[in-house]
């Protein structure tokens, strides 16, 4: 079996040292080394993690096969605290929609079902050394692409259905600028260090989309605390202003503010 055709669920299948062996073998294909395959829980069930090292980057396995993608907003059950938390922005005049489902429906990317193949991420994120029209052929130089905005969204969900990657919930005590020690500064359950600051804007193939945070926008904007931590939702995407200001004029300048989650293969 190639890596490509790796699904989600014969991943689980394999016990650590078939893992082993079939991630070896990945990463000679690659011309890179295994550096570890280690077991965490996930969903209520063992999942492995293995991280591929080429060229002094590492890249972490994602499986793939037919996955479901995106969040509805209407089969969600917000908690009392975070749509009161919502009505506070709103006061304050921030906020798109009357209540927090129209908001959510605005900025994440809707419910459906994609086929995907397995790919090797980067397990970090890397800022941009030029425009982001630039970035493509630069990767490509390297043996690597952007990911697409599926493959990104999967990566950094790993399945989970939920609002964020570690759950519905999030702090709202404080912003995840304020909460260094918060649920998303640990690892991703694939071993990506992914949706971790809101001050990050990741790039893929999708230019209407931006990835990860917004630049640091609602930390800088003082809208509330619960979209303060939206930017870090697996299904965001941002404003469309905000995806149209990175891909302008404007952006073009300053590109060194973005970054992108380079793919192997």
Do not use: K
């Amino acid at each position: 079996m190639s890596l490509a055709d790796l699904t989600f669920d014969q991943w689980r299948s394999f016990d650590l040292p078939a893992a082993r062996r079939f991630a070896r073998r990945v990463a000679e294909s690659t011309g890179g080394r295994l550096v570890a395959v280690e077991t965490v829980e996930h969903l209520g069930a063992p999942l492995h993690r293995a991280r591929v090292e080429r060229g002094g980057q590492e890249f972490a396995l994602v499986p793939g096969g037919t996955v479901t993608l995106g969040f509805d907003p209407e089969r969600w059950r917000p908690a009392p605290e975070q749509e009161a938390d919502y009505r506070e922005s709103l006061e304050q005049g921030f906020g798109h929609g009357p209540d927090l489902r129209s908001h959510l429906a605005l900025l994440l990317s809707p419910r459906r079902t994609v086929t995907l193949g397995a790919v090797l991420m980067a397990v970090e994120d890397e800022r941009l050394t030029e425009p982001p029209a630039a970035v493509p052929a630069l990767l490509a130089a390297r043996g690597l692409r952007m990911p697409g905005p599926d493959e990104w969204e999967h990566a950094c969900g790993a399945g989970a259905d939920t609002l964020f990657r570690w759950g519905d919930e999030c702090p709202l005590d404080r912003i995840p600028y304020d909460h260094p020690a918060g649920p998303q500064r640990e690892l991703n359950a694939l071993g990506l260090r992914i949706a971790y600051d809101t001050y990050r804007s990741e790039l893929s193939g999708d230019r209407t989309a931006v990835h990860g945070g917004d630049g640091g926008e609602s930390a800088c904007g003082g809208y509330g605390a619960l979209l303060g931590w939206l930017p870090l939702a697996t299904a965001h995407r941002g404003h469309p202003e905000y995806a149209a200001f990175v891909y302008g004029e404007e952006g073009e300048d300053l590109y060194g503010e973005f970054s992108v989650r380079p793919v192997l293969g």
